[in-house]
Every structure is written in C-alpha cells, then in structure tokens.
C-alpha cells in the first residue's frame, strides 16, 4: 500500500499492533493445524450415488437427422421419433481415438452442435454396450483461459509488481480454499470455525502480498478480521433465529444424501463468512488508505480529524458496496426471482422461503460486517498516523509496521 509510505507511526501503537498481528497469525496457524483435513480417509464416493465422476473431451465429426436410437443400440422401429444424431471422436480416456453416437430429441434445450466443436462427455462403464457415453457439456476451458490471461495482463498493466503480487495473492487464496477449506469441511470439521480460519489465512496472505508489510496494511488485516468476528457471530445468530434447514438448494439436499456427514447449517454460515471476505477487505484497504493519504496531505492533521475525514469516505463507499452485494445476489438469483413472480405470490410470502430468506441473511449480516469495518479500521488507521506529540518525536517502528525504509534506509529520522 503505496500510502503507507513515509508516515511515522507512534511506537507504543506500533507495538500494540504488532503483537495483536503476531497473535491473530499465531491463531490462525493454530486453527489451521486443528482444523486440517483428515487425507480424505472414509470420505464419501459420489459414484456409490450414481453420480457421473468421469469426463473426457472429444470432438464432433458430424451431424444428421436421423430415427432415434433405442436403449439396445438398435434403431427404434415404428414411431421410434427423429433425432438430431451426432457424431464424436473421443480424444482422451480409455477410448481414445473411438467414435461414438449420441441423439439429442427436438428441443430448445439441446446443443445445437456442428463439425468440429469441441465436447465433453461423461463416462459410465455400468451403462448398456452403445451408452456409456453421454453428452455432458460444450468444451469452455479454451475461452475461459483467455479470459483468464486477459484478466491477469490487465491487472498486471496497470498494478506492475503490485498487480504480480495481487495475482499471486489470488493463487493462494484458491489453494487455501481447495487444498483446506472444501476439504476439511468434507471430512466433517466445523463449518464455521474452517471458514473462519480460512478467511483469516487468505486476509494475511492476499493482503500482505497485494499491499507489503506497511502499517496500513497491518491496520486494515486487523480491521478485515475483527469484521469477519463480527460477521461470522452474526451469521451464528440469524441462522438459529430463522431456523434456517441448510436445505434451500437442490444441491445441498443431494449433498445431504450423498454425503450425509457434512454440516449443511454450519457449510452455509461458512459460506457467509467467505463470502463476506472479499467485499471487506476491500473496504478496510480503502479506509486505511484514505486515512493515510489524509496525514500524508496535511502532517498536522489531528487523530480526531483524521477519523473523521475518514468516515466521510467511508459512508460513501458503504453505499455503493451495499447495493453492489445486493444486486450481485439479486443477479445470481434471478431465475428463482421470476419464478416467484409469475407464481403471484406477495413480496412477503417469497422473502419467506428459506431459499429466499437464506439470500437476505448472507446479503444482510454481510453488510452489518461491511458497514462495521468502516469506523473500526479508520479508528485503528487514525492511532497509527494520527498526529500526536509523541507520534511526531518517534521514527517508524521496524517489523510487521515497517514501511519499507529500514532504520537508517532513507526514512529521516526526527532528532537524528
């Protein structure tokens, strides 16, 4: 956080923040430790549920109208209907190279494939002879790796190094999520109390990468995690109050039969808190910058004056940040919504559901965390470069707050 940089931050705070940065890592590695997976031992196997765990990509050679197939791979005789017939080359898996016959029946909803398109199909060695191939889903990883590197050149054009260490931080994050997040929840640890550990493990490291080990960085980490507390509580709360089920989705209720052991209440608390994550720390990364930009601007500036300027910041961030976590729920939702709708039901009577009602708890206890940030880290932000007698007699204190000018590496030391 290039703000950060030159500003004296007054010792006894500097320690102060120091060790409640040391104590928070310090938990986390020890929540990491308690709540890491198991190594997948007795965990369940959705082929035992019939679900489908085997894809290979193949590519379509072409295409015809044609009788339906039966199930025996005979031609259905006598009304057996038309099919759009298709033709693919498998190009992976244990049949490599063999061509195998699909039918898709009139319909809107079909893929409407051609010469050449790239396919993947779902393998089901227990099906009949003809069958074990089925049409799963149009190839993507091709555009979607595009997308991903033109998103990665942008970030990196505009943020240089900074942008490098955002994308790393981003990397990590994906790992933390994968490698222990949806692992030990699937092992039967506390939803909660991974998702907690979790979030807090991606706040250190994606903040820390992104923004360096400054004072404004530190601040806005402990203002992150102190918001995410009072999320995760929150989340606790209402969800006990509405007596919410966990089983609001069509998926959470297979998950409950196929995997019975996981916590569906504790996975969508958890699901709050993550979340809640990315929008928070955003807010705690501007607060800390505005304040800091403030002091920089004015050295005079008193603490008092600085929290307030950079509250004035803050509520006009808020505003923008609340409607943008509501429309973006709102957007995800928007089948469900117009189903709701054409069924002529009241406003009242949809934000009921639990479907509904699960969305309006994330969105709202997501909020409550986000609004709360606001004044916690412009209070912490404003003690630690606010102007004081003793903030101006003390140079930077090295460490956790160190703004990258070690003792004696650039930074003119008062007194000296």
């Not at 089925?134 to 997308?147: G, I, N, T, Y």
């Not at 196929?258 to 501007?286: E, F, P, Q, Y």
């Not at 932000?381 to 903030?391: F, I, L, P, R, Y």
Request: with cysteine; proline share 6%.
């Amino acid at each position: 956080m290039a703000s950060g940089h030159d500003l004296p931050v007054h010792q006894p705070t500097a320690r102060l923040l120091n060790g409640a940065a040391v104590l928070l890592a310090l938990a986390t590695v020890a929540g990491l430790i308690v709540f890491r997976p198991g190594g997948g031992a007795g965990r369940p196997d959705l082929a035992e549920a019939g679900v489908t765990t085997a894809f290979y990509d193949a590519q379509v050679l072409g295409a015809r109208t044609g009788p339906c197939r039966a199930p025996s791979g005979v031609p259905a005789q006598g009304g057996g209907g038309t099919c759009r017939v298709v033709e693919a080359q498998l190009l992976e898996g244990p049949d490599a190279g063999r061509t195998v016959r699909l039918d898709f029946l009139p319909s809107s909803t079909n893929p409407d494939l051609d010469d050449g398109d790239k396919v993947v199909l779902s393998y089901n060695p227990a099906s009949p002879a003809g069958d074990e191939y089925q049409f799963a889903d149009r190839q993507r990883k091709p555009v979607l790796f595009w997308l991903a590197a033109a998103f990665a050149l942008s970030v990196v054009l505009l943020g240089r190094v900074r942008g490098v260490a955002a994308l790393v931080g981003l990397a990590a994050s994906l790992v933390v999520l994968l490698s222990f997040t949806l692992p030990a929840v699937i092992d039967g640890r506390s939803p909660v109390g991974v998702a907690v550990v979790s979030a807090a493990a991606i706040a250190f490291i994606a903040l820390y990468l992104a923004h360096g080990f400054r004072p404004m960085t530190t601040v806005a980490l402990l203002g992150t995690l102190a918001s995410l507390a009072l999320t995760a509580v929150l989340a606790v709360a209402f969800t006990e109050l509405a007596h919410f089920s966990g089983f609001a989705s069509e998926e959470a209720t297979f998950l409950s039969f196929a995997a019975g052991s996981i916590d569906l209440r504790g996975l969508l608390l958890g699901g709050v808190v993550i979340g809640a994550l990315g929008a928070i720390d955003d807010i705690t990364v501007t607060q800390a910058a505005a304040v800091a930009e403030v002091r920089r601007a004015d050295p005079g500036t008193s603490r008092r004056e600085l929290y307030r300027a950079g509250l004035r910041v803050g509520r006009d961030h808020v505003a923008s940040t609340v409607n943008t976590l509501v429309l973006a729920y709102a957007g995800a939702s928007m089948p469900l919504l117009v189903l709701f709708v054409l069924s002529d039901q009241s406003l009242t009577s949809v934000a009921n559901s639990e479907v509904v009602a699960t969305e309006i708890v994330r969105t709202l206890v997501g909020s409550i965390g986000l609004v709360a940030s606001v004044p916690v880290t412009t209070w912490l932000a404003a003690v630690a470069v606010g102007s004081s007698s003793s903030a101006e007699a003390d140079p930077a204190t090295p460490g956790l707050l160190e703004d990258g000018a070690g003792p004696g590496g650039g930074e003119t030391q008062p007194g000296g």
